[in-house]
């Protein structure tokens, strides 16, 4: 049956379950920039071995490469910025909440799942996270945290990478 997966219903973001290495907790990631979103494959790499006095390989191996899923989030509240880049906020009572950006490098990762229009749902177990803060200071300009998340080997076995499941039936 012929099926085309479309448009985007939600994504959202959640922790990594230790025990069973599936999402966890599962939250909106909050407004995404229009046309940010990608999800794209590397091209991976392949090493050939050959053998003197022979033109074509003996022995060709292949890795493939590493599937990384980009958007741009809009909404960038302190608690998001400590979600996504580390760091801590700082809550005063009568005042704004304050983003304190980490000393060092950070380690975060997430799993996300993301469904579109026609239900087909995407889900990544394990993926690293890296932000960056995307400020243009003009008249239009806008602030964006950049997010980019790499797919990971989930750290229990038989866990996959990545699924995708079809949309349920129509009855």
């Known amino acids: ?9 939600s994504m959202k973001v959640g922790g990594i379950d230790a025990v069973t290495g599936l999402p966890t907790s599962l939250e909106d990631v909050g407004r995404i920039y229009r046309d940010t979103g990608t999800w794209t494959v590397a091209d991976g790499e392949e090493t050939n071995h050959y053998a003197e006095r022979e033109l074509d390989p003996v022995i060709t191996i292949q890795n493939p490469g590493v599937e990384t899923l980009n958007f741009s989030l809009m909404d960038t509240p302190a608690d998001t910025l400590a979600l996504w880049a580390g760091g801590t ?12 950006k980490p ?3 950070v380690n975060i990762e997430k799993s996300i799942e ?7 749902k995407f889900t990544i177990n394990r993926g690293k996270v890296t932000a960056k803060r995307n400020l243009t200071p003009t ?11 790499k797919v990971m080997t989930p750290l229990v076995d038989g866990v996959p990478p990545v699924t995708i499941a079809d949309p349920p039936a129509e009855e």
């Open 1 to 9: 049956m012929s099926r085309v997966a479309f448009g985007i219903t």
């Open 89 to 100: 906020v700082t809550e005063v009572v009568d005042e704004p909440d304050v983003w304190n």
């Open 103 to 105: 000393r060092g490098p």
């Open 114 to 120: 993301i469904v579109t229009a026609d239900g087909t």
């Open 139 to 149: 008249r239009n300009g806008i602030f964006l945290l950049e997010i980019s998340i």
